[in-house]
């Protein structure tokens, strides 16, 4: 495949980037300060001197390995700290005036991937948009803030989000050079990237920052307390706290990661009542009013049989293993659709008693994880309707292959729809649809956020589609076969589950 090097002056400096397929890819920009570990992340804003590199990708976020069955090829990079850094794809095409952002924030439970796993160049044509792809800190780098020791939470940090919303302020101040709008900033993200599109929505510091919103599988920021790094690692290590944070301070990242990978609970959980999110989301969208940041969110029909999949990959341990994992991962899910740990029995005796599902097994794991992320896109849909804005809900019911296995739409199904797989030779998002009309749907797909992303409503690409308003409760079935709305499909649910 026939790459071209290119230049562009911006205000930073020179940079030189690659162009294929009529789009311009600049590698690696640094939009933080190199990172202090467990510190806030810091905008960077200081010119380079000479012409800076961005023709191959820099470091990722520190994690266990990737799995490429999951992600797709893996880049060459190498893992680190200062992995603040992000992607950006503009097309060369004569444009009438500035074209809108779509700035795309990756998932991975917040333990891993990479920005540098999805290239943006057939959804940047696709969309004729300027395409942002980040890297952010991911599992204990990014759960233990020391400016938070000695607080309420004492030391259990958020700082993914903070990450997001510097890179979001880079792109305020620099996407002009690279021919984009910082005025119409679409946030999109899947999974755990899905919850920071909620979370962006509500967060005050992001306000002004995000002009629309994509989320597609999202959970919630529930009101718990995050995972207390320090105490988990103090345990681990038969330290006391103070001795504990001296270690975690000054040991090898490759050290840390090595705890991350016995299965320690170092993760960040994403919550409420922060400091980056100082109430309840449903209440912080809802204050921002007719402000509040115009929606579109979804899930897929079966979103958990991708989930087992992922761990069977990751792990490689026997079926019936895998399955007791499941079983736990989904009590612990729960309590997104629960909307917290204490409702999680009442929450989980209802939704059998609904659906006459046992209670075990990979059937009742599905059910689980498609109920939290069915609740999450329409309860943030609800609160940004409410809000005085407009939301657009979608289910997704196309069929997928994942690890040499034909399954029904599961979680990560949009990711091959958004970056577009069947136009891009070059493509680096695995080519999950497993549909004759995949290519046709794609590009459908990529033409309503392109229109999303201009006018703050999805157009008629995929059809008619009425935003989600409690009266008729309108949501679009996504499918190969042609999309068709629904009114009201989660009543069961709504009626008979959540409270």
Request: with cysteine; aromatic share 8%.
């Given at each position: 495949?026939?790459?071209?090097?290119?230049?562009?002056?911006?205000?930073?400096?020179?940079?030189?980037?690659?162009?294929?397929?009529g789009?311009?890819?600049y590698?690696?920009?640094?939009?933080?300060?190199?990172?202090?570990?467990?510190?806030?992340?810091?905008?960077?804003?200081?010119?380079?001197?000479?012409?800076?590199?961005?023709?191959?990708?820099?470091?990722?976020a520190?994690?266990?390995?990737?799995?490429?069955?999951?992600?797709?090829?893996v880049?060459?990079?190498?893992?680190?700290?200062?992995?603040?850094?992000?992607?950006?794809?503009a097309?060369?095409?004569?444009a009438?005036?500035?074209?809108?952002?779509?700035?795309?924030?990756?998932?991975?439970?917040?333990?891993?991937?990479?920005?540098?796993?999805?290239?943006?160049?057939?959804?940047?044509?696709?969309?004729?948009?300027?395409?942002?792809?980040?890297?952010?800190?991911?599992?204990?780098?990014?759960?233990?803030?020391?400016?938070?020791?000695g607080?309420?939470?004492?030391?259990?940090?958020?700082l993914?989000?903070?990450?997001?919303?510097?890179?979001?302020?880079?792109?305020?101040?620099?996407?002009?050079?690279?021919?984009?709008?910082?005025?119409?900033?679409?946030?999109i993200?899947?999974?755990?990237?899905?919850?920071?599109?909620?979370?962006l929505?509500?967060?005050?510091?992001?306000?002004?920052?995000?002009?629309?919103?994509?989320?597609?599988?999202?959970?919630?920021?529930?009101?718990?307390?995050?995972?207390?790094v320090?105490?988990?690692?103090?345990?681990?290590?038969?330290?006391?706290?103070?001795?504990?944070?001296a270690?975690?301070?000054s040991?090898?990242?490759?050290e840390?990661?090595?705890?991350?990978?016995?299965?320690?609970?170092?993760?960040?959980?994403?919550?409420?009542?922060?400091t980056?999110l100082?109430?309840?989301?449903?209440?912080?969208?809802?204050?921002?009013?007719?402000?509040?940041?115009?929606?579109?969110?979804?899930?897929a029909?079966?979103?958990?049989?991708?989930l087992?999949l992922?761990?069977?990959?990751?792990?490689?341990?026997?079926?019936?293993?895998?399955?007791?994992?499941?079983?736990?991962?989904?009590?612990?899910?729960?309590?997104?659709?629960?909307?917290?740990k204490?409702?999680?029995?009442?929450?989980l005796?209802?939704?059998?008693?609904?659906?006459?599902?046992?209670?075990?097994?990979?059937?009742?794991?599905?059910?689980?994880?498609?109920?939290?992320?069915?609740?999450?896109?329409?309860?943030?849909?609800?609160?940004?309707?409410?809000?005085?804005?407009r939301?657009w809900?979608?289910?997704?019911?196309?069929?997928?292959?994942?690890?040499?296995q034909?399954?029904?739409s599961?979680h990560?199904?949009d990711?091959?729809?958004?970056?577009?797989?069947?136009?891009?030779?070059?493509?680096?998002?695995?080519?999950?649809?497993?549909?004759?009309?995949?290519?046709?749907?794609?590009?459908?797909?990529?033409s309503?956020?392109?229109?999303?992303a201009?006018?703050?409503?999805p157009?008629?690409?995929?059809?008619?589609?009425?935003?989600?308003?409690?009266e008729?409760?309108?949501?679009?079935?996504?499918?190969?076969?042609?999309?068709?709305v629904k009114?009201?499909?989660?009543?069961?649910?709504?009626q008979?589950?959540?409270?």
């Open positions: 495949m026939t790459t071209n090097t290119v230049e562009r002056q911006t205000r930073l400096g020179r940079v030189r980037g690659i162009e294929r397929l789009v311009e890819t590698r690696g920009l640094r939009y933080a300060e190199p990172v202090q570990r467990f510190r806030s992340s810091v905008l960077a804003s200081s010119p380079w001197q000479g012409t800076y590199d961005a023709t191959t990708f820099k470091a990722m520190m994690q266990p390995e990737i799995v490429p069955e999951l992600y797709g090829p880049p060459e990079a190498a893992y680190s700290e200062d992995c603040l850094l992000l992607n950006i794809h097309p060369q095409a004569p009438d005036g500035p074209r809108p952002v779509i700035f795309f924030i990756h998932g991975g439970s917040f333990t891993g991937g990479s920005g540098h796993c999805y290239d943006g160049t057939a959804l940047a044509r696709g969309a004729d948009a300027v395409v942002v792809c980040i890297n952010y800190r991911l599992g204990l780098f990014a759960a233990l803030d020391l400016d938070w020791l607080t309420a939470r004492d030391g259990q940090g958020q993914w989000l903070g990450d997001q919303i510097t890179a979001l302020q880079w792109v305020r101040d620099n996407i002009a050079d690279y021919g984009g709008d910082p005025g119409q900033v679409t946030v993200g899947e999974s755990a990237g899905a919850v920071s599109v909620a979370a929505c509500a967060a005050p510091a992001a306000k002004g920052l995000v002009h629309r919103a994509v989320a597609c599988s999202t959970g919630y920021m529930v009101p718990e307390d995050s995972k207390d320090v105490g988990v690692m103090a345990k681990a290590r038969r330290k006391t706290r103070e001795e504990t944070i270690y975690l301070k040991a090898p990242a490759e840390l990661i090595g705890y991350q990978k016995r299965g320690k609970q170092l993760s960040p959980v994403p919550v409420s009542g922060t980056l100082p109430g309840h989301m449903d209440e912080l969208i809802q204050a921002r009013g007719a402000e509040a940041v115009p929606l579109i969110a979804g899930y029909t079966h979103e958990g049989v991708s087992e992922m761990v069977k990959a990751a792990t490689g341990l026997p079926g019936f293993v895998i399955s007791i994992i499941g079983h736990l991962a989904s009590r612990g899910i729960a309590m997104h659709a629960a909307k917290g204490a409702n999680v029995k009442d929450y005796r209802r939704l059998k008693k609904a659906t006459g599902n046992i209670g075990f097994g990979s059937a009742f794991n599905d059910l689980v994880w498609t109920d939290g992320f069915r609740r999450g896109a329409v309860d943030y849909a609800e609160a940004t309707t409410k809000a005085g804005s939301a809900v979608y289910a997704m019911d196309v069929p997928m292959r994942l690890a040499g034909s399954i029904p599961s990560g199904i990711l091959a729809l958004t970056f577009n797989a069947s136009d891009d030779p070059g493509h680096t998002v695995p080519r999950f649809v497993d549909h004759p009309k995949a290519a046709e749907l794609e590009r459908r797909w990529v309503m956020l392109g229109h999303f201009r006018h703050g409503e157009g008629t690409s995929l059809g008619e589609w009425p935003p989600h308003e409690r008729q409760r309108s949501s679009m079935l996504v499918t190969c076969d042609g999309c068709s009114h009201d499909a989660e009543a069961l649910f709504r008979q589950v959540w409270r």
